[in-house]
């Protein structure tokens, strides 16, 4: 999961571009960078880091032009520690192309053996953007074989590319001289929306919080297989390029990753929260009587909304019970188990008067490793809590995720292999319940009949994209799996680790 946005526009674009990644923060806290074009020329600026310490005056003065992109990353393929991995990326040729990329290739190492035997073209780190950009500029060379650029050859590009790649992918690229090129995956599994300003400049972004957070209308969604490009004297051309697009967003994106007032996909992610917390209200008053419970405590921040409707329908107070240090990184992000464990305490704070002599309802939006409901189910306990019940806005995560988020092996996810009293012992609460997957996705589904499905593989083990193998998902998993290793060494010898950042913040 990253945060990508474009600009094109009429007048200087780093301001902009710098207050749209700060909306879309949330998305990734790993680096950050911006790209911008003036007179034929890229200016970039990248580096590990918060978008707000990665960009000083001087780099933003160093970034000319009216039109740009940028990203926030937040690492699921190649090395998380390198810096060289920041994105955008830059190729050269043909015409000079800068690309940021949200989502994961699937058939990434066997198209970096493609691009070496038979296109010609290094790849000099271990991201798949980079594959893609190289897939990308390929194509691009092919279909206007030395000729001008023209929209149709642009989009004959576009089309090659998804027939050669797979997996989630969610692109913004500059091509020097020309202008802007936005397209999304054929299954639309990371999202991408496009909007205007008043001023006529056009937006691309993830999510519609960095368009009207600026001050920008959301018009549409790029939809699943589509591209858009946008000449740098703003005219706009779209075209679907996919043979056979079929919309299947990602799921996870309502349940946590994007933020409550962003409207992806035509959902209003809100909303999407309100209805998963009805559904789930249901499994509670089957498990647990809600005369045994005093209140219900959301576990801050994305659960609150699926906790009020719980607090509503089975008639029990709504109580905040934790305060959250903004100034500690999503536990969620951090690879290693002792990072994570260390991490709950310094990020939760208790009001002890809440949970003192009562039974509590805790409502999560999702447990995925389980340390961290652990850990919160204990301070309740320490507060007081008579009995601590937890109910989890999502069902189990029982597979890994390949298509960009973190998730990446079935050993970490505490509900693979388990049921759920199994779960519960774990954990140590009193009470868990889970939500239905089925209930969970007719609770999004209902906001817009038009969808054909969702990809839904960590809860349901199915892969959208159809090329997804326990193999290819232990190749996709093994540099996770040594970076996870190596995190945990390092905590063991007591040494800080890169995600252990007193300035991290949750979006």
Do not use: W
Not at 74 to 89: C, D, I, L, V
Not at 270 to 277: E, T
Not at 381 to 391: D, I, K, N, T, Y
Not at 446 to 454: H, I, M, W
Request: hydrophobic residues 40%.
């Amino acid at each position: 999961m990253c945060g990508i946005v474009g600009v094109v526009s009429t007048q200087p674009v780093n301001q902009l571009i710098y207050d749209a990644l700060l909306l879309l923060q949330h998305r990734g806290q790993d680096a950050a960078g911006i790209v911008t074009h003036a007179g034929r020329k890229f200016f970039m600026h990248k580096a590990k880091g918060m978008v707000r310490d990665v960009f000083r005056t001087r780099n933003m003065r160093a970034l000319p032009g009216d039109s740009g992109l940028g990203q926030v990353r937040y690492p699921t393929a190649g090395n998380a520690a390198s810096e060289e991995e920041a994105q955008p990326f830059y190729v050269n040729a043909p015409f000079g192309i800068a690309l940021a990329h949200n989502g994961n290739l699937t058939n990434a190492a066997a198209l970096k053996d493609e691009l070496f035997r038979l296109d010609h073209r290094h790849i000099n780190t271990e991201s798949d953007t980079e594959v893609l950009l190289n897939v990308l500029a390929h194509e691009l060379e092919r279909s206007t074989r030395g000729a001008a650029l023209r929209a149709d050859d642009l989009f004959a590009a576009v089309a090659a590319v998804h027939r050669r790649v797979r997996g989630s992918y969610a692109v913004v690229a500059l091509i020097a001289g020309h202008g802007m090129l936005a397209f999304r995956d054929p299954y639309g599994i990371r999202p991408l929306c496009i909007g205007r300003g008043p001023d006529g400049t056009v937006m691309v972004a993830s999510e519609s919080v960095a368009l009207e957070g600026t001050g920008h209308r959301l018009e549409r969604d790029i939809a699943p297989g589509e591209a858009v490009f946008v000449s740098f004297d703003g005219e706009v051309t779209a075209r679907q390029c996919a043979d056979a697009p079929a919309h299947h967003p990602c799921i996870f994106e309502f349940v946590y990753l994007a933020r409550p007032d962003s409207v992806i996909d035509g959902i209003s992610v809100y909303q999407a929260r309100l209805n998963m917390g009805q559904a789930l209200a249901t499994r509670v008053i089957s498990t647990v009587p809600p005369t045994e419970i005093d209140a219900v405590i959301p576990i801050p921040e994305s659960s609150r909304p699926a906790a009020m409707e719980v607090a509503r329908l089975i008639g029990r107070p709504y109580r905040e019970g934790f305060v959250k240090n903004r100034y500690v990184g999503r536990t969620f992000i951090m690879p290693g188990q002792a990072v994570r464990k260390k991490s709950v305490r310094q990020k939760l704070n208790v009001i002890a008067s809440e949970f003192a002599g009562r039974r509590v309802l805790l409502v999560d939006d999702s447990i995925v490793r389980g340390t961290t409901s652990r850990e919160i189910v204990q301070m309740a306990r320490e507060a007081g809590a008579r009995q601590v019940h937890l109910a989890s806005a999502a069902p189990p995560v029982r597979y890994p995720n390949v298509y960009g988020i973190d998730m990446p092996t079935q050993a970490e996810l505490v509900a693979h292999g388990r049921t759920v009293e199994e779960v519960r012992q774990i954990i140590g609460c009193d009470a868990l319940i889970y939500q239905d997957v089925e209930a969970m996705k007719r609770a999004v589904a209902v906001l817009n009949p038009s969808l054909r499905g969702f990809e839904a593989s960590c809860f349901d083990g199915v892969y959208v994209t159809g090329d997804v193998t326990p193999e290819s998902v232990a190749a996709l998993n093994a540099p996770r799996r040594a970076a996870s290793a190596a995190a945990e060494a390092a905590d063991d010898d007591g040494n800080a680790t890169r995600l252990t950042l007193p300035n991290a913040q949750e979006g």
